[in-house]
């Protein structure tokens, strides 16, 4: 048998003092709330965009509130870009501990409108980026001795709506390579981990949100009774990456409102209230 690690005391279960955290797509609405939190709980973060442009603000504001922030760009659709992105945020933080692969995009169309140039664009950032970003990884992680992934999939990778077939696609990808990084390098002391939200209600989202029709669905199908906000998925992704999880590995958590759960057949009653 392997040894059990030595974890922190259950306060700091969640701190990340000292761990070096590499954040993509940490300019959008989702990336820039998780790389405050975890500049909050001690962490070094590299928060990466397309453009430093995009992501300055965001080290300016974690150095105001006293923490440490490092900014990178990098265009992930080109596989060469993510390992030099790899390379780089290694020698800025001097390692790597954890890495959130969070950027993303969404073009949204009918299955038959889709075109080659919609799908090859949707899979490379979406599903080839974090692939070849995680095996770039791969040596620092294993170095850090508590290496771990934390993949932005989707509630689509197992709930699916119109117009979303590519981006549905690829975060099933992404949930299933999960599962399969866990398996191959839970060897290398590397804990790949992914949570899959419902609609959280960003820019990203408001085509969907934004319109009367879609709102009341959301409001409707939800039990909670309304959309996630950005800042409901820091739990769970300090959680995947700090000791809190030592031994969670090729796990997604699902945060959905209750969306799985099932339905109210009694709100279709005449007399419901
Ligand atoms: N918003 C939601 O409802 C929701 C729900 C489930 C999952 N997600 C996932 O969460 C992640 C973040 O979503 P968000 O709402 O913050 O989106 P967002 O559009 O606000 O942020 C995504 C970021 O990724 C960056 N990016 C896109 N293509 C890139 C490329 N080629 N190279 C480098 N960076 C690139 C964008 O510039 C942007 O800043 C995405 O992976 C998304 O699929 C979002």
């Not at 949707?122 to 070849?132: E, G, L, P, S």
Request: charged share 20%; glycine share 8%.
């Amino acid at each position: 048998m392997r040894p059990a690690p030595a974890l922190p005391p259950t306060t700091e279960l969640f701190r990340m003092d000292g761990m070096r955290v590499l954040l993509t797509g940490a300019g959008g609405a989702i990336g820039s709330v998780l790389a405050r939190a975890f500049a909050d709980l001690g962490a070094v973060v590299t928060v990466h965009d397309l453009t430093t442009d995009k992501v300055q603000p965001l080290v300016a504001a974690i150095e105001e509130a006293g923490g440490t922030a490092y900014a990178l760009s990098a265009d992930i659709s080109h596989a060469d870009q993510c390992s030099r992105l790899i390379d780089e945020a290694v020698a800025t933080m001097g390692g790597l501990d954890v890495l959130v692969n969070g950027a993303g995009i969404n073009r949204r169309k009918p299955i038959l409108e889709v075109t080659v140039d919609d799908f090859d664009a949707i899979t490379a950032v979406n599903m080839r980026a974090v692939y070849f970003l995680s095996q770039a990884a791969h040596p620092h992680l294993k170095s850090s001795g508590r290496g771990s992934i934390v993949n932005l999939s989707s509630l689509s990778a197992r709930y699916s709506f119109n117009t979303i077939s590519v981006y549905a696609a690829t975060k099933a990808a992404v949930s299933g390579m999960t599962r399969s990084f866990a398996r191959e390098w839970v060897k290398d002391d590397i804990r790949v981990n992914c949570i899959e939200p419902s609609v959280v209600q960003t820019e990203f989202t408001k085509p969907l949100w934004g319109e009367d029709h879609r709102y009341r669905w959301f409001e409707d199908t939800t039990p909670i009774g309304r959309l996630a906000q950005a800042n409901e998925l820091v739990g769970a992704v300090i959680f995947l990456a700090t000791p809190a999880s030592s031994y969670i590995t090729g796990q997604s958590i699902v945060i959905e409102g209750g969306i799985l759960a099932g339905g109210d057949w009694d709100s279709y009653a005449e007399n419901n209230s």
